[in-house]
C-alpha cells in the first residue's frame, strides 16, 4: 500500500512539473511560433529562458531539439528529442516532435509509429493525421492512408482535398466502387451552372480513368460522351474513346477517332497503331516481339500510308513505317526514295533510324547494295545513279554515305572494313566530326581504349562548345584508365566556382558509373564505392522528392497524373542506371571478399598481409609501424582541423553560401572508404541484390548475381532459386554459360561429404527432378560438363564455362585447358571479344604460356584490330 502510494505521489509530482505556469505557456508559444516562421535563434533562446526554470518540461525538450535539428545539430536534436520524449511520455508535442526528427532522418517507420503513438493521446488532432497519411502513401501503406484520411474527412468534411485524398485511398486499394462513390457525393455539393475550371475538368476525367480501370467499359464510354463538352483535355478523351470502342468491338467507331487524332498530331506511334488495330491491320505478334504481316495486309497498310505521306508532306512515319512491312524490290524503291533525301541533308542519325530494319537478313544486303551503288556513282559522276543525270548532288552528299557506310560495317562487326571507309571520308572532310566520333566507336568495340580516347578527344578540340562531345570524352577517358583527364574534361563544363563534387547536386549518374567502373578495374575499390553508392543516393533523392507532390497534387486535382507517378516510382529502380550501379556494387563486394587484401587505398589502409609482414626484416617492420602512425595521425589532425573550422564558421555565421553549399554536398556523398570496409561484404552484396530483384525481376543478370552472391554465402536454395529463374529467361533450351557453372557447383554440393542439413537436401532433390538443366544422380559431373561442351561446340562462351567446371571438379590444367580445343583443331570462334579476351586470360592464369599462345593466334585471326590479341613484340 505504501509503494502504491508513493507510485501515485509520483505522477502527481510528475504531471504537476508538465504544467508550465501561464507567463513560461507564452514564453512556450513563443517557441512554436518561431519554429513555424524559421527564426530558430530566437526560439532556441525562448526554450532554454523555459528550461532554466523547468528543465525537465518533455515539450519545451523536444520543441529544443526539433529547433536544432532544423540547425543541422542532428545530435544533440536527438538527445533532447529522447530527453523531452521521456520526461513526458502522455504528450502528443513529444511523440510528434520526435516523429518529425525520424523523419528529417528517412527513417519512415519510426516516424509513423512516432505519430501512431501521438494520435494515443491526441485522436483528432490534424495536424498529426495529415503527416501521418504523408508517410503512409510515401511507404505506399496504402491501408493505412486509406484509414487516416477517412478520419481527416470525418474532421473537417468541407475541404476539397479531404474528399479527393479519400477517394485516392481507396483507388490505390483497387476499391473502385467506394472511389466512385466516394467522388459522386462530393461532385452533387458542385454548383451544376458553374463552367468547369481546369481542377474540375481533371477530377471528372481522373473519374472517368477510374471506370475504366475497373473493367466497365461501356459505363466509362458513356461517361466520356457526358463530360467530352466540358472537360478540357480533348485529346485524351478521343484517345480514350477511340481505345474503349476497340474493346467494344466497334472498330468504325474507333477508326473516326484515330483519324481525327492523327489529324492533330500525324508523329504519334500509338495513334497509328490504333488505326491499325481498327483497320485488322496489326499483324500477328510473333514470340520475339516483331510482327508478320499477310500480302493482303501488306497492300492496304502501303495505299494508306502512300496516302497519308501526299497528305502529309513532313509525316516521317508515314514514310518509315512501309520500310518494316515491304519486302523485295517494293522495299528497294521505298528505301531509296527514303534515304536520299536524308542524305542530301546530311542526317547523321539516318543509320539508327534504320537499324531496326537489319533483323532482316534481305533488307540489309538492299541497303549495302544500295548504299555502295550511291558511293560509286557519286564518286565518278556525282550522281545516286546511273538514272540520274550527272553532277546534280554536292560534294557533302558523298561523306554521308561514307559515314552511313562505316556505321553499317561497324554494326555487322566487320571493323577493317569500317576504319578504311571512315579514313577515306577523313581524307575527303577532314573537318566532319562524326566520322572520329565514328572512328573512335569502332576501337571501342575492339577495347583498344587508349586509342579510341585519343581519336574522341582529337574530335572534341575540333567543337569546344560541344556539351556531348565532352560527355562521351570523359566516359572514353575512364575506359582508357584516365582518371586525371577525365574529370579535367568533364570540369570544363561547369562553373569557376565548382568542384567535382557538384556533378553529385547534379545527379550526373553517367558519370559516377562510368567512374565507379574505372577504379574497380585499378582496385581502388573505396573510391568506386564512393561513386557508385551515390547513384542509389540519388535514387533515394528521387523517392524523397514524392513528398513535394501528395499535398500539391491532391491541391491543384492533377490526380491522373499523380497516380501516375505513385505506380512509377514504386519501379523506379528498375531504372538502367540504378541496375548498372548495383550489379557494379555486388561484383565490387564479390572482389572484397575473394581477395580482402587487393584493393589498393582500401580498407586495411595500406597494411600487409601476414605473408608479406614475415618477409620484413625486424627493422623494415618498424619503419612501416612508424609511417602508418604518422599517416593515421596526420589523417586525424586534418579532419580535426575541418571540423573546427566548420564549427567556427558556423558559430560566427561568418560561412559564405558557396561554402555552405560544398559543404552540404560533402556530407551527403557516401562514404567509400566505409563501405568496402564493411566487415561482412556479401551481407552488404546480398543486400543489393534484394533491390534488383524487387525492381528489375526479369532482367537475367539480377539472378547472375544472386547466384554468385549466395553460393558464397552457402545458402543453397536461394542459389537454385536464382538457377530456376535465371533458366526461365534464358534463351529458350539454352543453359547460360554462368548458370551452367553454378548448376555444377550446387550439384556438387549436394554430392559431396560435406552435405547441409537432410531437410535443405530434401528440397534440393525434390526441386531439380522436375529440372532437366541439373544432371540426373547417375550422371557424373564430368559427363555432364562434356555434354555441354558437344552442345555448343562453337560457343567460346560456352567453352570457357566449361573450362571453369573443370577447375571446379578439380581436373588437370592441360585438361581444363582442352575445354577450347577439338584434338588438336582450331576452334570454330563463335563469340564476343570480351568473351574471347576473358577466355585467353583464364589460359594464361592456369601458367600454360603454350596453350595461350596458340589460343591468342586463334582469336588474333579474327580479331586483328584488339590490343589483347596482338603479338608482343618480341615475336
Known amino acids: 500500500r505504501a509503494r502504491t502510494l508513493g507510485r501515485t505521489s509520483a505522477q502527481m509530482t510528475s504531471k504537476k512539473s508538465q504544467e508550465l505556469p501561464k507567463r513560461d505557456q507564452a514564453v512556450f508559444k513563443t517557441v512554436m511560433k518561431c519554429y513555424e516562421q524559421k527564426q530558430y535563434k530566437k526560439g532556441l533562446k525562448s526554450a532554454e529562458q523555459i528550461l532554466k526554470k523547468h528543465p525537465n518540461h518533455g515539450e519545451t525538450l523536444s520543441m529544443k531539439g526539433l529547433i536544432l535539428n532544423c540547425l543541422k545539430r542532428k545530435d544533440e536534436a536527438e538527445t533532447f528529442a529522447k530527453k523531452g520524449l521521456f520526461s513526458n511520455l502522455k504528450s502528443h508535442v513529444c511523440w510528434h516532435v520526435y516523429g518529425l526528427i525520424h523523419r528529417s532522418e ?19 488532432n490534424l495536424l498529426i493525421l495529415k503527416d501521418l497519411s504523408l508517410l503512409q502513401i510515401q511507404k505506399r501503406e496504402h491501408q493505412g492512408f486509406q484509414e487516416t ?38 461532385i452533387k455539393t458542385l454548383d451544376d451552372s458553374k463552367i468547369w475550371d481546369y481542377q474540375e475538368s481533371e477530377m471528372f476525367l481522373y473519374r472517368n480513368s477510374i471506370i475504366q480501370e475497373s473493367g466497365d467499359h461501356k459505363a466509362a464510354l458513356e461517361d466520356l460522351k457526358k463530360i467530352e463538352s466540358d472537360a478540357r483535355d480533348k485529346q485524351y478523351i478521343w484517345k480514350s474513346k477511340a481505345l474503349l470502342h476497340l474493346k467494344l468491338g466497334d472498330n468504325a467507331s474507333a477508326e473516326k477517332l484515330f483519324r481525327r487524332l492523327l489529324e492533330v498530331n500525324n508523329e504519334e506511334h500509338s495513334f497509328h497503331e490504333g488505326l491499325q488495330r481498327a483497320l485488322n491491320l496489326e499483324g500477328k505478334l510473333q514470340a520475339d516481339g516483331r510482327r508478320t504481316y499477310s500480302p493482303d495486309q501488306v497492300e492496304a497498310l502501303c495505299k494508306m500510308y502512300d496516302g497519308f505521306k501526299a497528305k502529309w508532306r513532313y509525316c516521317s512515319y508515314a514514310k518509315r513505317f512501309p520500310l518494316l512491312v515491304t519486302s523485295g524490290s517494293d522495299f528497294e524503291a521505298r528505301v531509296d526514295g527514303y534515304m536520299r533525301p536524308k542524305l542530301r541533308k546530311g542526317v547523321p542519325s539516318l543509320f539508327r533510324d534504320l537499324k531496326s530494319l537489319y533483323d532482316d537478313k534481305a533488307k540489309v544486303t538492299t541497303i549495302e547494295k544500295l548504299m555502295i551503288g550511291y558511293k560509286k556513282n557519286l564518286e565518278t559522276a556525282k550522281r545516286f545513279s546511273e538514272n540520274d543525270e550527272k553532277d546534280t548532288e554536292t560534294p557533302n552528299v558523298l561523306v554521308w554515305v561514307i559515314f552511313y557506310l562505316a556505321s553499317h560495317y561497324e554494326y555487322l562487326d566487320q571493323y577493317p572494313k569500317a576504319l578504311e571507309l571512315i579514313d577515306e ?16 566507336r569502332v576501337y571501342k568495340h575492339v577495347l583498344d581504349y587508349e586509342k579510341a580516347f585519343e581519336i574522341l578527344n582529337y574530335a572534341r578540340e575540333l567543337d569546344l562548345a560541344d556539351r556531348y562531345l565532352n560527355t562521351k570524352c570523359v566516359r572514353y577517358a575512364f575506359r582508357a584508365g584516365k582518371v586525371k583527364e577525365a574529370e579535367r574534361i568533364v570540369k570544363l563544363f561547369l562553373r569557376e566556382t565548382d568542384t567535382l563534387d557538384s556533378l553529385f547536386e547534379m545527379q550526373a549518374m553517367w558519370y559516377e558509373v562510368a567512374a565507379g567502373k574505372c577504379y574497380i578495374k585499378q582496385k581502388n575499390y573505396p573510391e568506386a564505392m564512393t561513386k557508385l553508392f551515390s547513384v542509389e543516393k540519388h535514387f533515394e533523392d528521387i523517392s524523397e522528392d514524392q513528398f513535394d507532390f501528395h499535398t500539391w497534387c491532391l491541391r491543384k486535382s492533377t490526380l491522373r497524373a499523380y497516380v501516375d507517378m505513385l505506380r512509377y516510382q514504386e519501379n523506379i529502380r528498375g531504372h538502367k542506371f540504378f541496375k548498372k550501379g548495383a550489379v557494379a556494387i555486388i561484383e565490387t563486394y564479390i572482389k572484397i571478399h575473394d581477395n580482402p587484401n587487393e584493393s589498393k587505398n582500401g580498407s586495411t589502409g595500406g597494411a600487409l598481409n601476414e605473408a608479406e609482414m614475415a618477409k620484413l626484416t625486424p627493422k623494415e617492420r618498424r619503419a612501416l609501424k612508424k609511417r602508418q602512425k604518422r599517416q593515421a595521425n596526420k589523417r586525424k589532425k586534418k579532419q580535426e582541423a575541418a571540423e573546427a573550422k566548420k564549427k567556427a564558421a558556423e558559430a560566427d555565421g561568418k560561412q559564405s553560401s558557396v561554402e555552405a553549399t560544398r559543404a552540404q554536398i560533402k556530407e551527403s556523398i557516401p562514404d567509400g572508404q566505409k563501405l568496402a570496409s564493411d566487415p561482412k561484404p556479401l551481407d552488404a552484396a546480398a543486400k543489393m541484390v534484394r533491390q534488383l530483384q524487387d525492381h528489375a525481376p526479369n532482367e537475367l543478370m539480377t539472378h547472375i548475381m544472386a547466384m554468385e552472391v549466395y553460393s558464397r554465402k552457402s545458402r543453397y536454395l536461394l542459389a537454385l532459386q536464382a538457377v530456376k529463374k535465371a533458366y526461365l529467361l534464358s534463351k529458350m533450351g539454352e543453359v547460360h554459360p554462368k548458370l551452367h557453372y553454378h548448376i555444377v557447383l550446387l550439384s556438387k554440393v549436394f554430392r559431396g561429404e560435406s552435405r547441409p542439413n537432410p531437410i535443405v537436401c530434401k528440397v534440393f532433390e525434390l526441386e531439380t527432378a522436375s529440372m532437366s538443366t541439373f544432371p540426373k544422380s547417375e550422371m557424373k559431373l564430368e559427363q555432364y560438363n562434356d555434354a555441354y561442351i558437344s552442345k555448343y561446340p562453337t560457343s567460346v562462351a560456352h567453352r570457357l564455362s566449361a573450362a571453369r567446371v573443370r577447375v571446379l571438379l578439380g581436373e588437370a590444367k592441360e585438361n581444363c585447358c582442352k575445354a577450347f580445343f577439338d584434338e588438336g583443331k582450331e576452334i570454330q570462334l563463335d563469340g564476343t571479344i570480351e568473351v574471347c579476351v576473358e577466355a585467353l586470360e583464364f589460359v594464361k592464369s592456369l601458367g600454360l604460356s603454350k596453350e595461350a599462345e596458340y589460343l591468342r593466334a586463334q582469336f588474333f585471326k579474327k580479331y586483328p584490330l584488339t590490343p589483347q590479341f596482338r603479338p608482343s613484340k618480341k615475336e
Open 149 to 186: 484520411r477517412r478520419r481527416i474527412l470525418i474532421l473537417k468534411s468541407d475541404q476539397r482535398i479531404n474528399w479527393i485524398a479519400y477517394a485516392v485511398g481507396n483507388h490505390l486499394l483497387g476499391n473502385y466502387s467506394k472511389c466512385l462513390h466516394i467522388l459522386d457525393t462530393f
Open 106 to 124: 528517412r527513417r519512415y517507420q519510426e516516424a509513423i509509429k512516432c505519430y501512431q503513438n501521438a494520435l494515443k493521446y491526441d485522436k483528432d
Open 425 to 440: 571520308g577523313i581524307t575527303h572532310t577532314p573537318t566532319a566530326i562524326d566520322l572520329y566520333v565514328l572512328k573512335a
